[in-house]
């Protein structure tokens, strides 16, 4: 059986898409799960866990089971309408997190070509990605904020002014207006420092609107 638990940090973003998620979710006879902290108990060892938020796969990976990105099982279905965003292009964030799953930077991409969007590529992607918004960022100015309050600082400590200048300067990289993200954290982190995160949630069920510049 298909279980899938639902974001509560991506309802903060865009409670549109998230009803939309879970709608197609029931569409696909899933059971919809509860928050991930608590019903991930509930999951049985056959049961095929989907979500689309790493702090759900991190809860219910904590029980043995091997939870799977949604995003591999919308690239698989075929009945699935993509809207058409016409050659439209946007830089992808690929998230640190996910460095070491091949096989969700391939749906993400197939994903995105099925909506006709042209994808700008960073040098540090894929398993090379190097950024998760308040989790980690690998920016000369993070080192030397690190030297000068504590060689082990997380992000997540240092003062929200100083956070906001390491977002800020990440964001500068970026070639495109949009940025394209498929997690929490990397939105939020980009959206702290001035850029335009669009998850790609978003896109697959067109609850932003996105103007060609």
Avoid at 101 to 120: F, G, P
Avoid at 155 to 166: A, C, N, Q, T, V
Wanted: charge should be negative; glycine fraction near 4%.
């Amino acid at each position: 059986m298909y279980r899938y638990y639902p974001s509560c940090v991506f309802r903060t973003i865009d409670a549109q898409a998230d009803d939309c998620l879970t709608q197609y979710a029931k569409a696909q006879m899933m059971e919809i799960a509860g928050c991930c902290r608590f019903d991930h108990k509930k999951t049985e060892a056959q049961d095929r866990s989907l979500y689309v938020c790493q702090a759900c796969r991190t809860n219910i990976s904590a029980i043995g089971n091997t939870p799977e990105s949604l995003w591999l099982y919308l690239d698989q279905d075929t009945s699935f309408v993509f809207p058409d965003y016409h050659g439209m292009k946007m830089t992808l964030q690929d998230c640190w997190r996910y460095r070491d799953h091949t096989e969700i930077h391939d749906a993400v991409r197939s994903l995105l070509a099925k909506m006709n969007i042209e994808v700008a590529e960073l040098p540090a992607n894929r398993t090379k990605a190097d950024f998760c918004g308040r989790f980690h960022c690998t920016t000369e100015r993070y080192t030397e904020l690190r030297k000068q309050y504590d060689p082990d600082i997380h992000l997540d400590h240092l003062p929200d002014h100083l956070y906001e200048k390491i977002m800020h300067e990440h964001v500068q990289q970026y070639p495109t207006e949009y940025v394209i993200c498929c997690c929490n954290t990397c939105y939020k982190g980009i959206q702290t420092g001035g850029g335009h995160p669009i998850h790609l949630a978003q896109l697959l069920f067109q609850t932003v609107n996105l103007s060609q510049k």
